[in-house]
DNA sequence: CTGTTAGCGCTTTCAG
DNA sequence: CTGAAAGCGCTAACAG
């Protein structure tokens, strides 16, 4: 595997490396054209390849990017993710993509070996456990920006759903429906991670708005699974709800391995809404009525504000949480 | 951001760069234990992090993988990206995954990218239409392995699912339930991709296997956008087939909302058996029967192959094809 | 318009 | 056990 470097093709051309240098800069303004075919030639014959690793180190900038998520298995994250690299392609952007698997501990490390590798920004999906190093980044003035979460006294740019008002239309859409008895289940609320929260208190606000009790027994936060004994517990009231909101896609898979085994019928027995656009929903039978994110748009800003923060790292804009409006898309299982 | 450099440790430590660089790479043999407090104390305070991308640059290394997808739609992609990763993360590996989007223009400039970006090796599900740079890549030695697919021509370890034994099985089952009319359909053949050949070889010996005639207007391999109009062409016969072996998720997906659109019952109507597990193969009404690839044992052999060659870029060992067998699942479409 | 000269931050002989 | 020095391949002043 011989390298060829730059060194090989100036002395091929027979120039310096430093108009080399210029040419593969697109500098051609200072530039013979008949040097410039020179190099042209040489460059082909002998099949050179920059190194960039080089020019990182050189320029500290490496023209990547990287993106931890905090749970890959969403198809929120992995949508988002595509956006991200959408945009970030049409920079001429890497992107690196780790997983935290919703584990501090992974997360710190993914921050650090990302760094270590000069990566020049960071979008992140924050487990929300490392405060200390999120601090430390935005006080050296490091590009970052935060999607889905917010941290509390982490001030940084963050990119989320408005999930208050997600929780809204579904429950809008169920009183509409002549729902009284409604109920909603979602991930796990110990750690306080944004979206559930936020949910869980549009999802009150919303019943208040409508006049309708709020009934403790019927909202439920628990590990993925978890779920289906929380639902067991749910149905087993005296009274159970007659519809049921649902925090996110991978619960709502459990929900309706439950309804299956349960052979409940939708939305009969229970009408469902969940958050969170899933690929099957319209071929579901019945077909799933949800509550889709513009996960595009989200991620497409995400990668904007990181890339407007990497050009200028100076100007600091005014950070602030750019929120993003659901959409409730009616099919029919409510 | 004021970077801090191994000189600045050095210096603070009162020592030179060499024993710091020792010192981080565990060569503590060669220094005095206290040299060694003393190097680990000015670590801590200055809160020194290494530049990965000056030590690639000297080592020639980046520590880091490419993937190059063909189509990250198909949830087997997916799949085997999460188990490469995993299996990466092990050997603190990076990767970079590309997605192709079945077009051989951006194959080609993200393997050029990527080269240039000094990766140590490259996972690729290959478009097929860039021989010229795959062989290029193969005399040079850089390592390499292909997934999903193999090229004529070019001679390079590639992880494989054993297709026809794939569509056997599903004919197999078909033939079991009584079915006598068997069709199939799948993504264009046009570019002669491996799995989708392969899946329609096995399916037509599979059919000659059980004495069964082969209607070539049973037999489809059209664009997804167009397999809607192939299933109404296929079930406007006198005779319309009674099963339908699908060849991969995406023209599931297709199929699935034909029948919905159709009111089709599975399996009295039309029984199914997809190829890809789906993630809501368990919940759909019915069952959905399928085949299964090991995506996870798939993904973990590609990464150890490429993770061997970068080992040693010198021992050939002898190329070749790792088949890997499919599994039915057996639910309720068939 | 082109060449010279310094590095970027780290690793790695080779002396001492 | 520790330090000096050379250099990985490229960029960027600065002369000329």
Redesign the interface.
Known sequence: ?K?VTMADVAKMAKVSKSTVSQYLNKRYEYMAPETRKRIEEAIRVLGY??????R??KQ?R?S?IGVIVAN?LHTFS?QII?SI?DTCREHDI????C?ADDDPAKEANYI??L????VDGLIVFPTGGNIDLYQAMIQ???PIVFVDRIVEQVNVDSVLLNNERASYLAVEHFVKKGHQRIGMITTSLIRNITPRVERIKGFITALKAHNLPVNHEYIKGLEVAKIKDGLSEMFRLKEPPTALLVGNDLVL?EV??YV?ENSLIIPQDLAIIGIDE???A????PPLTTISQPTFEMGKKAAQLLLEKIED?ERSIEVKIHRFEPKLIIRSSC
Chains 1, 2 share one sequence.
């Open positions: 595997m390298r390849q920059p190194n960039i690793v080089a990182s180190l500290k490496t990547t890959i992995t595509r690299e890497h992107v690196i993509v997983n650090k070996m760094r270590a590798k000069q050296e003035r490091y898979m309706l391995n299956k899933v690929p099957f319209n071929i579901f039978d790292q």
